[in-house]
């Protein structure tokens, strides 16, 4: 999770929304990446879609694991359940309570750890910046 919070925090520097991901497999980073929708004016290029293009072609997905600092969406939960990642380890969903409900639905493990270091980067960011948090998320 200390990587996917450094890709956050590397977000944030860029001008980004400060969401990072980190997908792992037998214990080592094979992809990491960040929510560039600002940088790149990507509208769907969110943390987990960086961060498993970021991976590459990896055949099966079967065996990893996929960290993000927030609860993914609804956007990122489809590419969680169609690549078939079995696993998804969430910083927070008190910000943002994603998509948890469908991964789980589709046999993901969905472990949420609540980390107070996360939840403030994104309460922080959406209180100066909350037009672009609701452009995020489909909310403008």
Request: with cysteine; aromatic share 6%; hydrophobic share 40%.
């Amino acid at each position: 999770m200390q990587a996917a919070i450094a890709e956050a925090k590397q977000g944030l520097q860029e001008g980004g929304i400060p969401i990072g991901s980190v997908l792992v497999q037998q214990g080592k980073i094979i992809g990491r990446g960040h929510n560039q929708r600002v940088q790149q004016g990507n509208p769907i290029l969110h943390a987990e879609i960086d961060c498993l293009s970021n991976a590459g072609r990896i055949g099966s997905y079967a065996d990893t694991v996929l960290y993000s600092t927030l609860m993914p969406c609804y956007l990122c939960a489809g590419a969680v359940v169609q690549f078939g990642i079995k696993k998804v380890i969430a910083g927070e969903s008190q910000t943002f309570a994603g998509a948890r409900a469908f991964m789980e639905s589709h046999g993901v493990e969905v472990i949420d750890l609540n980390l107070e270091v996360c939840q403030q980067m994104m309460a922080d960011f959406i209180t100066q910046h909350p037009r672009l948090w609701f452009e995020d998320i489909g909310k403008l």
